[in-house]
T-cell receptor
Framework: NAGVTQTPKFQVLKTGQSMTLQCAQDMNHEYMSWYRQDPGMGLRLIHY???????DQGEVPNGYNVSRSTTEDFPLRLLSAAPSQTSVYFC????????????????FGPGTRLTVL | AQKITQTQPGMFVQEKEAVTLDCTYDTSDPSYGLFWYKQPSSGEMIFLIY??????QNATEGRYSLNFQKARKSANLVISASQLGDSAMYFC?????????????FGKGNQVVVIP
């Protein structure tokens, strides 16, 4: 049971390039989400999904795209990278999508450190 | 919107001592979840403890306990018998499940350094 996995661990992009950050979980969790963490800040929600085929925007969605075709995978696409997207990106998943209980606990992947030049 | 406040400056703690990390939250929703995560220097986010707003008792997980004072809207984390491996950033977070999306709002974190 690998939990939540993310690839790559590190990535350097040039302004304007596009790329996809991969996220997968093997816990059959309904809920998946993407956060970004900037220096001195907590985490901010980019996009989330309450199940396969269902996605929605979080707090800072601009410049990012997501899809969820399977329960296991939730890739994050940067459409045209900008220096402001330099950050550490975390994917997380929880068994339930908000039911007022401990199964709402989100478990995080190891993170992807992205630098945009 | 929900708001989480963690205002303590960085803390130095003697090994084997207890440490309390403050967290206050602001919401008018009756149902919410409170979480604490640990982020060591290696960068991963590690779940520590959960408290539901309707839970009557304070949550405990090993050396971690959550001092939940609902009327004061505080959810302080207590780490007993500190170890060197407890040196990390600690984040308090809240979800509002009645809104149907399990999104977490995070505080800005508390830095803890355990000294031998």
């Amino acid at each position: 049971n690998a939990g939540v996995t993310q690839t790559p661990k590190f990535q350097v992009l040039k302004t304007g390039q596009s790329m996809t950050l991969q996220c997968a979980q093997d816990m059959n969790h309904e809920y998946m989400s993407w956060y970004r963490q900037d220096p001195g800040m907590g985490l901010r929600l980019i996009h989330y999904s309450v199940g396969a085929g269902i996605t929605d925007q979080g707090e800072v969605p601009n410049g990012y795209n997501v899809s969820r075709s399977t329960t296991e995978d939730f890739p994050l696409r940067l459409l045209s990278a900008a220096p402001s997207q330099t950050s550490v990106y975390f994917c997380a998943s929880s068994a339930t999508p908000g039911t007022s209980g401990p199964t709402d606990t989100q478990y995080f992947g190891p993170g992807t450190r992205l630098t945009v030049l | 919107a929900q708001k989480i406040t963690q205002t303590q400056p960085g803390m130095f703690v003697q090994e084997k001592e207890a440490v309390t990390l403050d967290c206050t939250y602001d919401t008018s929703d009756p149902s919410y979840g409170l979480f604490w995560y640990k982020q060591p220097s290696s960068g991963e986010m590690i779940f520590l403890i959960y408290q539901g707003s309707y839970d009557q008792q304070n949550a405990t997980e090993g050396r971690y306990s959550l001092n939940f004072q609902k009327a004061r809207k505080s959810a302080n984390l207590v780490i007993s018998a500190s170890q060197l491996g407890d040196s990390a950033m600690y984040f308090c977070a809240m979800s509002l499940p009645l809104r149907g999306n399990n999104r977490l709002a995070f505080g800005k974190g508390n830095q803890v350094v355990v000294i031998p």
